[in-house]
């Protein structure tokens, strides 16, 4: 009888052990790192970015190759925590930055404020996409206002997608047009309505490696009066 009051006892314990065991942690919804670099400026940085679920997170955690934790986010337990994030490292010149990140795999830790946890491991790649060259407009030169503006820049093999952004520096807030393009796409006509006169603009191409990470080369112009 103890022997049966023994085993029963194991069993009720074990029940409760799995009932109460805490759940394996979910992905994040959305979780980037890559390496940006504008070859115009001749500077790197390392973002990383992300999403968890419907509540805010309390704690966020960044793990590096080596298991070193390189980022701690804590927020007060009076708040709702921050549902989502969005890192830049300082960008010296060069790529001096990366060697604070190496490549390899970095583990995002999250807990949010009802106790959910996240886990998602990003891999950090140090190769680039080649940069292009801006064809037209040549740098700073002058273009007609009210006319479209065609973009032209050179092609780049093997990349994912262009981001072209077109901005207004004259205005105020500034004005941008922001587009992603094909692979095979090498212009881009901006529309009359976007150039307004006596303007200073910047245009930049991106290209968008498939492991996410970006080279940009950027060039100015001015609209006539």
């Keep these: 009888m103890t022997s049966m009051r023994f085993n029963a006892g194991l069993a009720l314990a074990g029940a409760a052990a799995v009932a109460t065991a805490t759940p394996p942690p ?19 940085e390392v973002v990383i970015s992300g999403t968890a679920g419907d509540e805010g997170l309390r704690r966020l955690f960044i793990k590096s190759p080596t298991r070193e934790r390189m980022t701690t986010l804590l927020a007060d337990d009076a708040t709702p925590g ?16 990366l060697a604070f990140y190496p490549e390899g795999k970095y583990v995002l830790l999250g807990i949010s404020t009802s106790g959910e946890r996240f886990r998602t491991v990003l891999t950090l790649s140090h190769e680039l996409p080649p940069a292009v060259t ?15 503006l065609v973009v032209r820049w050179s092609a780049a093999p093997g990349i994912e997608q262009f981001i072209l952004e077109v901005e207004n520096e004259s205005a105020d807030p500034e004005r941008a047009l922001t587009i992603n393009l094909p692979p095979n796409v090498t212009s881009f006509r901006v529309p009359a309505s976007f150039l307004l006169a006596g303007s200073e603009f910047q245009v930049g191409i991106h290209t968008v490696a498939d492991n996410g990470n970006i080279v940009a080369v950027e060039s100015a112009f001015t609209t006539a009066e």
């Design 82 to 97: 921050m549902r989502e994030f969005h890192f830049e490292t300082p960008e010296p010149p060069g790529e001096a930055v």
């Design 26 to 44: 979910t992905e994040f919804e959305e979780a980037t790192m890559y390496v940006e670099q504008n070859a115009t400026d001749g500077d790197t």
């Design 134 to 148: 801006i064809l037209h407009p040549a740098e700073d030169a002058e273009v007609p206002a009210g006319q479209a």
